[in-house]
C-alpha cells in the first residue's frame, strides 16, 4: 500500500525556517518522482518543487530562491526546504510521487499545515 506521510509544518514567523519531510512507503521510491505542492485558503493547489529519481529539481519561480527540495533514497523520505518564510508561503503543503515525471501525482500524502505570521 502507497503511503506518504508528510510532517514538519506548523507555526513560523517571517523570516525564519522549515523543514518539511515526506516519509514513503509502499513503492520502489527510488524510481519515483517526488513533487510538493500547497494550497494556499480559497486557491488553487500548485506546485512547489520536484526532484526526479535522478535528482534532477524544479523549483516554482514564486519560491525559487528560498525553496531546497531534496530526497534521501536510504530513508525513503522526501524533504522540502524553505528559508525567509513569508506571510504568503501559508497553506497546506502536500507531497505527492509519480512513476514517469509527468505531474500525474499517482499518490498523495494528507498535508501538513504551514502558517507564517508577519
Known amino acids: 500500500q502507497v503511503q506518504l506521510v508528510e510532517s514538519g509544518g506548523g507555526l513560523a514567523q517571517a523570516g525564519e525556517s522549515l523543514i518539511l519531510s515526506c516519509a514513503a512507503s509502499?513503492?520502489?521510491?527510488?524510481?519515483?518522482?517526488m513533487y510538493w505542492l500547497r494550497q494556499a485558503p480559497e486557491k488553487r493547489r500548485e506546485l512547489v518543487a520536484s526532484?526526479?529519481?535522478?535528482?534532477?529539481?524544479y523549483v516554482a519561480d514564486a519560491v525559487k530562491g528560498r525553496v531546497t527540495i531534496s530526497r534521501d533514497t536510504a530513508k525513503n523520505t522526501a524533504y522540502l526546504k524553505m528559508n525567509n518564510l513569508k506571510p504568503e508561503d501559508t497553506a497546506v503543503y502536500y507531497c505527492?510521487?509519480?512513476?514517469?515525471?509527468?505531474?500525474?501525482?499517482?499518490?498523495w500524502g494528507r498535508g501538513t499545515q504551514v502558517t507564517v505570521s508577519s
Open positions: 505527492a510521487a509519480d512513476s514517469n515525471g509527468t505531474g500525474s501525482f499517482e499518490s
Open positions: 526532484i526526479s529519481f535522478g535528482d534532477s529539481t
Open positions: 509502499g513503492f520502489t521510491f527510488s524510481r519515483y518522482w
